[in-house]
């Protein structure tokens, strides 16, 4: 089935080789090849960067959704895959104005008084015009590419049988690329569906209005014209202004953009589970006085309210520079059936964060430590949840741009307080008297349940009744390896017998018939000996 599919796009292999080989990478001759490698030796981060813009949208795309995931590429590849956007010239005017026509079914002309016909952005998905309403408001089109949906079908569909040959290798099984993929092919999926963006645009503009950590009036998203919006085609509000970074920012204080960036983005974080996952620099735009805009949705991270808790308590962990609290907490979010060693994993935590523990928090590089958590889990086979990895991604952009704004910011003192804020919040609740009382009661219930409860618990012991049921972890590995043990003692010793049984028969008889026996009970040692021989060579250690 997975050849069948791959045989389909024999025209797009053949590209996707001649690319890959132009850039000098022989990684895939070693994977045809099948050559056996715990991890694929993926060629320089630049290299990589460079193959996936040449192939076109679609992979820059996936760059883009690997630069998501710290848990699964070393930080250089990471920095690499943020920087990607496609380089691609904008459509000629006539194929988008076709796409716009399709989509509003109504004269342009009754719609908008203008139309600029230059692209004021173009991106691998989409271009965007500046256009006035009738109603004399002035608006952004973001619209479509041209027959996008028939490159993202055959190279969707290409990504996910490529995915299941690696899923052979050791390091696709543990990276899960077959589910990677799968994720991959939905994100890309809803991203053509610009009311997904839209929707998007106006949740996380409600979660940011009327923040108590903020001015929300300093950060503006940008209003959504619905009746214009299609999935082809997404209306909004036109933003009067210019990059963050590149705009001349002399009547506000960079400190202060800084902090408001900060809280905004921990509260969409820690509080509302519902974030920005690119705030790269081209995304946020300053409008004057301080005011900046969020822009482009189109990639939004979730988290549930437990990873939220288990993020809280492991941002702290980290800034304590406490490994065992940090172990503890990663694998909470590990998935229960991976077996996984807590004492190992401390340890690695101890060596990575003992580089740190001479540093102020003011000289602490949060992000990078952030990384560096995420890629010893890695190395410890724990799958960390995938928006954990746009979470990671976030910060770091958020710290990246922070940093250029003011050198001296330092994102543990920033978060510390609002940190703070959470705990106490979650501690005594938004009303601090029901909650008094409800442990109150609490506490009244329990003092009442209590000696009953110690009665009835001594009374089973005493009886004899009360059965103890006890659960050991990381026991399993040691019961399989004595079970293993056992095993292939026992089956020498068998071995053994019959040599020494045939041994003993040939020495004390020279009658044919008995004489065949103990050569047939040689044969039978010989061969269940290197059985055993092999088995212990193919396990790949001389273990029991």
């Not at 109603?135 to 996008?148: D, N, T």
């Not at 609290?325 to 807590?342: F, K, M, N, Y």
């Not at 979650?426 to 003092?447: F, H, I, M």
């Not at 019961?479 to 293993?484: A, T």
């Amino acid at each position: 089935m997975v050849f069948a599919r791959l045989a389909q796009s024999g025209a797009r292999q053949a590209e996707i080789l001649e690319v890959v080989l132009r850039h000098g990478w022989d990684y895939m001759r070693r994977l045809l090849s099948f050559g056996k490698a715990g991890e694929p030796q993926l060629p320089p981060p630049m290299v990589l960067r460079n193959i996936l813009v040449d192939l076109g949208p679609v992979y820059v795309k996936l760059g883009q959704l690997l630069s998501t995931r710290p848990d699964l590429l070393p930080r250089d590849y990471i920095e690499a895959l943020s920087t990607l956007q496609a380089n691609v010239p904008p459509v000629p005017w006539s194929g988008v104005e076709m796409v716009l026509r399709q989509q509003l079914r109504q004269p342009l002309e009754q719609v908008f008084n203008s139309i600029e016909t230059e692209s004021v952005a173009a991106g691998s998905i989409a271009q965007t015009h500046r256009a006035c309403l009738s109603s004399g408001e002035w608006v952004a089109l973001k619209i479509q590419r041209p027959g996008l949906e028939a490159v993202v079908e055959r190279d969707t569909r290409l990504i996910r049988s490529i995915a299941e040959l690696v899923a052979q290798t050791e390091f696709g099984k543990l990276a899960d690329v077959v589910s990677l993929a799968d994720e991959f092919c939905r994100a890309i999926q809803a991203e053509l569906d610009f009311t997904q963006e839209a929707h998007h645009t106006d949740q996380l503009r409600q979660h940011l209005q009327g923040s108590r950590w903020f001015d929300s009036a300093q950060l503006v998203v940008p209003q959504i014209h619905w009746p214009l919006t299609t999935p082809k085609v997404l209306a909004m509000e036109w933003i009067d202004g210019q990059p963050l970074l590149e705009a001349d920012r002399s009547d506000a204080d960079p400190k202060k953009i800084a902090r408001m960036l900060t809280r905004a983005f921990f509260q969409q974080i820690c509080i509302d589970g519902y974030f920005h996952a690119d705030p790269h620099p081209g995304n946020l735009f300053y409008l004057g006085s301080g005011r900046v805009a969020l822009l482009d949705c189109g990639m939004i991270g979730r988290l549930d309210p437990r990873t939220q808790q288990i993020l809280l308590e492991m941002i702290l962990a980290i800034v304590s520079l406490d490994a065992q609290r940090c172990a503890e907490l990663t694998l909470d979010l590990a998935p229960p059936e991976q077996p996984v060693s807590l004492a190992q994993l401390q340890n690695d935590y101890e060596r990575l964060l003992r580089q740190y523990y001479t540093l102020s928090v003011s000289e602490l590089d949060f992000s990078q430590l952030f990384y560096e958590v995420l890629q010893a889990a890695r190395r410890n086979h724990i799958r960390i949840p995938g928006n954990l990895g746009l979470c990671a991604k976030a910060l770091a952009n958020l710290e990246g741009i922070a940093r250029q704004l003011t050198p001296d910011y330092n994102l543990p003192e920033q978060i510390r307080p609002l940190m703070a804020d959470v705990f106490r919040a979650q501690l005594v609740g938004e009303a601090p008297l029901p909650s008094l009382l409800r442990t109150a009661l609490d506490l009244k219930n329990l003092s009442l349940q209590s000696p009953r409860q110690l009665e009835l618990l001594l009374s089973r012991i005493t009886s004899e009744t009360q059965r103890w049921n006890l659960s050991l972890r990381e026991l399993e590995g040691i019961r399989s390896s004595l079970d293993n043990s056992a095993n292939r003692l026992s089956y020498s010793i068998v071995v053994g017998s019959l040599i020494i049984g045939a041994a003993i028969i040939s020495a004390q008889t020279q009658r044919f018939q008995v004489f065949g026996l103990s050569e047939l009970l040689f044969a039978v040692a010989s061969v269940l000996g290197l059985w055993l021989i092999i088995s212990i060579l193919r396990s790949g250690r001389l273990r029991g």
